[in-house]
């Protein structure tokens, strides 16, 4: 019996060690210091490619709707988008088939150029959908910033006749004859948004994905390979052409898929000498590790280049598929350091992750999903002017408002519940709101499991969730901010 009753406290005590050990692993303490800025935020953004040109044919009031949703500081609270300048098909089809884009990434693939041969005349009443989502953007959203971006030049143009690529993906498209051609045809689109429309793109991208191998004749879109001496070559006849339009647009350069071409090609810039010619600096981070997006922060940061992260989006199931791109994005705001973010599409037909909105292009019907709500958590309450602090989470977000007197947390919960104990250094808070979304939760107000105590905010994170807490910092940061950096 008492050899029994021995056991049975030692299973006791055997099960406590467990319960404390994994108490232990599912809690987190950490500081955060709203003193010490690591960048300062300019805003979040989406491309208008490809989804601008579809639900531009939309009914104004949905048109309307969709772009609220998107702009507004109660929706998305987006400020930032790039304007894709279509190249635009060979209209007779002579090197490839008659839509092969639709066999791949769809109709909606299809960009307008706005010539058809060397010596046309400009047709600027093309592109009339993606347009008219531009200017209803600016319309709503006067600050808006925007990038005028190039995934081809026109068909005729091309080695291969067609604006997908080169019959080699590994091999640029774009003749060299035609260099001087393609520069005016970009600054001449830049030219004519300012003159007809009172838009001036503050930046220009002549490239995307130009070291890969994707882009090739027959291909699903439009796109062209430079490899990184032609991309050189090519901004040296641009670079003088942009400056004497009379245009303040600057170049950017070299949007790469991945982190590591575009260390490759800010490296063969900085050895060529052109960074000089262009004035920011765009990366995509569809592949990437974070020593990869430390080292591209650190090569921008010595050069004086602002850095965007100007297109990424990944697939995935449902929520985790959401939280695990979210993931990608905290760690695109920690590691690289950007001053903007963007989403590669608004909205798409059959995916959930790749977009915030999902409908039909055609019968003009349309919802928000998840990733909307998951996206909303992060930039609806961290817009242009707020500065992003230090937080030794890589699970978190930190980030103060201009005036000082307002913290913003974001914090991503794992595969179980955790609970976070964070030191708030530089101020004492009070927790003024908060949100959460999960499964069974979109953006919803929330009480429970926060709890401040002097310097540190404990909060009780669910599992597969995101959860901002917007507080009152006291008394408001006036003071000058310790390390704050451009």
């Given at each position: 019996m008492?050899?029994?009753?021995?056991?049975?406290?030692?299973?006791?005590?055997?099960?406590?060690?467990?319960?404390?050990?994994?108490?232990?692993?599912?809690a987190?303490?950490?500081?955060?210091?709203?003193?010490?800025?690591?960048?300062?935020?300019?805003?979040?953004?989406?491309?208008?490619?490809?989804?601008?040109?579809?639900?531009?044919?939309?009914?104004?009031e949905?048109?309307?709707?969709?772009?609220?949703?998107?702009?507004?500081?109660?929706?998305?609270?987006?400020?930032?988008?790039?304007?894709?300048?279509?190249?635009?098909?060979?209209?007779?089809?002579?090197?490839?088939?008659?839509?092969?884009?639709?066999?791949?990434?769809?109709?909606?693939?299809?960009?307008?150029?706005?010539?058809?041969?060397?010596?046309?005349?400009?047709?600027?009443?093309?592109?009339?959908?993606?347009?008219?989502?531009?200017?209803?953007?600016?319309?709503?959203?006067?600050?808006?910033?925007?990038?005028?971006?190039?995934?081809?030049?026109?068909?005729?143009?091309?080695?291969?006749?067609?604006?997908?690529?080169?019959?080699?993906?590994?091999?640029?498209?774009?003749?060299?004859?035609?260099?001087?051609?393609?520069?005016h045809?970009?600054?001449?689109?830049?030219?004519?948004?300012?003159?007809?429309?009172?838009?001036?793109?503050?930046?220009?991208?002549?490239?995307?994905?130009?070291?890969?191998?994707?882009?090739?004749?027959?291909?699903?879109?439009?796109?062209?390979?430079?490899?990184?001496?032609?991309?050189?070559?090519?901004?040296?006849?641009?670079?003088?052409?942009?400056?004497?339009?009379?245009?303040?647009?600057?170049?950017?350069?070299?949007?790469?898929?991945?982190?590591?071409?575009?260390?490759?090609?800010?490296?063969?810039?900085?050895?060529a000498?052109?960074?000089?010619?262009?004035?920011?600096?765009?990366?995509?981070?569809?592949?990437?590790?974070?020593?990869?997006?430390?080292?591209?922060?650190?090569?921008?940061?010595?050069?004086g280049?602002?850095?965007?992260?100007?297109?990424?989006?990944?697939?995935?199931?449902?929520?985790?598929?959401?939280?695990?791109?979210?993931?990608?994005?905290l760690?695109?705001?920690?590691?690289?350091?950007?001053?903007?973010?963007?989403?590669?599409?608004?909205?798409?037909?059959?995916?959930?992750?790749?977009?915030?909105?999902?409908?039909?292009f055609?019968?003009?019907?349309?919802?928000?999903?998840?990733?909307?709500?998951?996206?909303?958590?992060?930039?609806?309450?961290?817009?242009?002017?707020?500065?992003?602090?230090?937080?030794?989470?890589?699970?978190?977000?930190?980030?103060?408002?201009?005036?000082?007197?307002?913290?913003?947390?974001?914090?991503?919960?794992?595969?179980?519940?955790?609970?976070?104990?964070?030191?708030?250094?530089?101020?004492k808070?009070?927790v003024?709101k908060?949100?959460?979304?999960?499964?069974?939760?979109?953006?919803?107000?929330?009480k429970?499991?926060?709890?401040?105590?002097?310097?540190?905010?404990?909060?009780?994170?669910?599992?597969?969730?995101?959860?901002?807490?917007i507080?009152?910092?006291?008394?408001?940061?006036?003071?000058?901010?310790k390390?704050?950096?451009?």
């Amino acid at each position: 019996m008492q050899k029994k009753s021995y056991e049975m406290r030692l299973r006791s005590i055997v099960i406590l060690l467990i319960c404390l050990l994994t108490t232990s692993l599912q809690a987190a303490n950490y500081s955060i210091d709203t003193r010490q800025v690591r960048q300062h935020w300019d805003g979040w953004g989406v491309s208008l490619c490809w989804w601008a040109a579809q639900c531009g044919k939309w009914d104004d009031e949905k048109i309307d709707e969709i772009v609220e949703w998107l702009v507004s500081p109660d929706g998305l609270n987006y400020s930032h988008f790039r304007y894709n300048i279509g190249g635009g098909e060979d209209p007779q089809n002579r090197h490839c088939t008659l839509h092969h884009m639709a066999q791949g990434k769809g109709l909606r693939a299809e960009m307008e150029g706005f010539k058809d041969f060397s010596g046309d005349q400009y047709h600027w009443e093309r592109d009339s959908a993606q347009r008219k989502i531009l200017l209803k953007i600016r319309e709503k959203r006067p600050d808006a910033v925007f990038e005028a971006f190039s995934n081809s030049c026109p068909y005729y143009m091309t080695w291969s006749g067609c604006v997908a690529g080169n019959k080699d993906g590994g091999k640029d498209n774009l003749r060299p004859e035609y260099y001087e051609e393609f520069a005016h045809y970009l600054v001449d689109v830049c030219k004519h948004y300012k003159e007809a429309y009172g838009i001036e793109f503050k930046t220009l991208e002549p490239f995307n994905e130009s070291l890969t191998n994707y882009w090739y004749q027959g291909g699903s879109q439009e796109g062209c390979h430079f490899d990184a001496q032609s991309q050189i070559r090519f901004l040296r006849v641009l670079a003088p052409i942009l400056q004497q339009s009379g245009l303040s647009t600057i170049l950017s350069a070299s949007d790469e898929t991945s982190v590591a071409h575009s260390i490759q090609a800010f490296e063969a810039y900085r050895d060529a000498d052109v960074l000089p010619l262009i004035g920011q600096w765009n990366t995509h981070t569809y592949e990437g590790n974070n020593e990869q997006r430390i080292h591209l922060s650190s090569l921008a940061r010595e050069a004086g280049k602002p850095l965007w992260m100007s297109e990424t989006g990944s697939g995935g199931k449902g929520i985790e598929g959401n939280l695990k791109m979210t993931q990608r994005l905290l760690d695109d705001i920690r590691y690289l350091r950007p001053e903007a973010w963007f989403d590669w599409q608004y909205m798409e037909e059959r995916s959930d992750q790749w977009c915030t909105i999902r409908g039909s292009f055609t019968g003009q019907t349309y919802e928000k999903v998840k990733n909307y709500y998951v996206r909303q958590q992060i930039t609806r309450f961290t817009g242009r002017g707020y500065d992003i602090v230090e937080s030794d989470n890589p699970q978190s977000l930190a980030a103060v408002n201009a005036t000082r007197d307002t913290l913003v947390l974001v914090l991503l919960g794992g595969e179980t519940e955790t609970k976070h104990d964070i030191l708030i250094q530089g101020s004492k808070i009070k927790v003024k709101k908060a949100y959460r979304t999960s499964a069974t939760e979109d953006m919803a107000k929330i009480k429970k499991g926060i709890r401040v105590k002097g310097h540190t905010l404990s909060v009780v994170l669910p599992k597969q969730s995101i959860t901002t807490i917007i507080s009152i910092t006291r008394p408001p940061l006036t003071s000058p901010i310790k390390g704050e950096q451009n």
